[in-house]
């Protein structure tokens, strides 16, 4: 808070979205999924020597991140099991933990499930683009 002192809320705002825009640019260079074999033979033994996960390439879990109330009809979708308004992110760890992929468009109360079935990682899984090497 102490950062922003003297920044009218409107200055504040674009400040934050131009940062994000700026992030978002950014994302195919840090955020990425394996393409090559090395690099997934690379992470296949690294989660092998950390939890003796045989051919894992990463670590996938959905968490709520709280917002404020969107308002209007479609407002409740946003509301999670346990009350609060979120939407439900998917991501994709390395052993590093690293962020490998992100999915953060679905509302507090979809279910992890649906998400990961509705997401590019999924459909690329079934189509076999990643292979048990």
Aim: glycine share 6%; hydrophobic share 40%; proline share 5%.
């Amino acid at each position: 808070a102490g950062d922003f002192i003297g920044v009218s809320k409107t200055t504040a705002c674009l400040i934050v979205r131009d940062v994000s825009v700026a992030i978002a640019k950014l994302r195919p260079i840090f955020i990425r999924m394996p393409e090559t074999e090395s690099e997934i033979r690379d992470l296949q033994l690294r989660f092998y020597q950390i939890a003796k996960f045989p051919r894992t390439i990463g670590a996938i879990d959905c968490t709520h991140i709280k917002i404020q109330s969107p308002g209007g009809p479609d407002a409740e979708y946003f509301r999670n099991r346990k009350g609060y308004f979120s939407l439900n992110v998917q991501t994709i760890a390395c052993p590093g933990l690293k962020i490998m992929d992100v999915v953060a468009r679905w509302p507090g109360s979809c279910h992890d499930q649906t998400i990961f079935k509705k997401s590019r990682i999924y459909n690329k899984l079934v189509s076999g683009y990643w292979t048990n090497s």
